[in-house]
């Protein structure tokens, strides 16, 4: 996640407009970041201190007066990346490793649109297992097509060939 640092003074300012214009929104510290994912049961693995530049989309709109303080507080900011600027913080579960999180293929997780099926990989494309819609999704560019439309309806021992039931 991304979040702005409390005590970013830039940060300050807009929260006080933003208090008076009725809404609410508050900047943490990294100790309060901490605070948070330990009540959350999560851990940090990596807390940074990412210096981002102004948005080039943001900036065309901003009279030159407001761009031209925006540059020079990007430039502070740079200087100054332990005051100024975002906290950006990865968690995790305790106990999970990288080897846990680690995706089946994609075979094993795709299903039929249709009936939820378990598909099956052919050199055509993926064969629905079931009987009776025995749909070929075709892939295009390694991406299957899971839509209904696109698929074609195989003869039972053509199916039964791709799908071996």
Same mark, same amino acid.
């Given at each position: 996640?991304?979040?702005?640092?409390?005590?970013?003074?830039?940060?300050?300012?807009?929260?006080?407009?933003?208090?008076?214009?009725? =809404?609410?929104?508050?900047?943490?510290?990294?100790?309060?970041?901490?605070?948070?994912?330990?009540?959350?049961?999560?851990?940090?693995?990596?807390?940074?201190?990412? #210096?981002?530049?102004?948005?080039?989309?943001?900036?065309?709109?901003?009279?030159?007066?407001?761009?031209?303080?925006?540059?020079?507080?990007?430039?502070?900011?740079?200087? =100054?990346?332990?005051?100024?600027?975002?906290?950006?913080?990865?968690?995790?579960?305790?106990?999970?490793?990288?080897?846990?999180? #680690?995706?089946?293929?994609?075979?094993?997780?795709?299903?039929?649109?249709?009936?939820?099926?378990?598909? #099956?990989?052919?050199?055509?494309?993926?064969?629905?297992?079931?009987?009776?819609?025995?749909?070929?999704?075709? #892939?295009?560019?390694?991406?299957?097509?899971?839509?209904?439309?696109?698929?074609?309806?195989?003869?039972?021992?053509?199916?039964?060939?791709? =799908?071996?039931?």
């Amino acid at each position: 996640m991304f979040e702005p640092y409390a005590f970013d003074p830039w940060r300050r300012i807009s929260e006080i407009r933003d208090y008076f214009r009725g =809404t609410v929104e508050t900047s943490f510290s990294i100790r309060q970041i901490r605070r948070f994912l330990a009540d959350a049961g999560l851990e940090a693995t990596r807390i940074d201190r990412p #210096v981002l530049p102004p948005s080039r989309w943001k900036l065309q709109f901003l009279p030159s007066y407001r761009r031209a303080l925006r540059m020079a507080y990007y430039r502070v900011k740079k200087i =100054t990346p332990d005051i100024l600027g975002m906290i950006l913080c990865e968690a995790r579960k305790p106990g999970s490793s990288d080897a846990a999180r #680690v995706r089946p293929p994609l075979s094993e997780i795709l299903v039929c649109p249709q009936t939820g099926a378990k598909l #099956v990989q052919t050199a055509q494309g993926y064969v629905s297992s079931d009987r009776q819609t025995r749909c070929l999704y075709p #892939v295009v560019d390694e991406i299957p097509v899971l839509i209904a439309s696109e698929a074609k309806t195989l003869d039972l021992i053509m199916w039964q060939e791709a =799908t071996g039931l």
